[in-house]
């Protein structure tokens, strides 16, 4: 089992930048993927991006690509998402969330266990 902690969210101004950081216990996070997703009021969760198990490769969706990174430190428990150049349109709550293998990566469905959540609400 793995459990998961998101950290780091706020309020931060457009063109702004915050590092959110998912914590995680259990001994299966090692060896996991590890996605971020976001959910903004009244609209779906969202893929925002993912990390193979040894931090080797990222992919991101188009939204965010070039402006997020996706990187970890498993000696640390610890998957990072940095995030440049913030819109507005970046307000949601985060959620990290684990998986097996590399496929799938956009199946909220795919993921077996789900941090809490954290904040991030960009102003204009």
């Known amino acids: 089992q793995v459990q998961l902690v998101e950290s780091g969210g706020g309020l931060v101004q457009a063109g702004g930048s915050l590092r959110l950081s998912c914590a995680a216990s259990?001994?299966?996070?090692?060896?996991?993927?590890v996605g971020w997703f976001r959910q903004a009021p009244g609209k779906e969760r969202e893929f925002v991006g993912a990390?193979?198990?040894?931090?080797?490769?990222?992919y991101y969706a188009d939204s965010v690509k070039g402006r997020f990174t996706i990187s970890r430190d498993n000696a640390k428990n610890t998957v990072y998402l940095e995030m440049n150049s913030l819109k507005p349109e970046d307000t949601a709550e985060y959620y990290c969330a684990t998986k097996r293998g590399w496929s799938n990566l956009v199946n909220i469905h795919m993921y077996d266990y789900w941090g809490q959540g954290t904040q991030v609400t960009v102003s204009s």
């Open positions: 990390v193979t198990s040894s931090g080797d490769t990222t």
């Open positions: 259990g001994r299966m996070f090692s060896s996991s993927v």
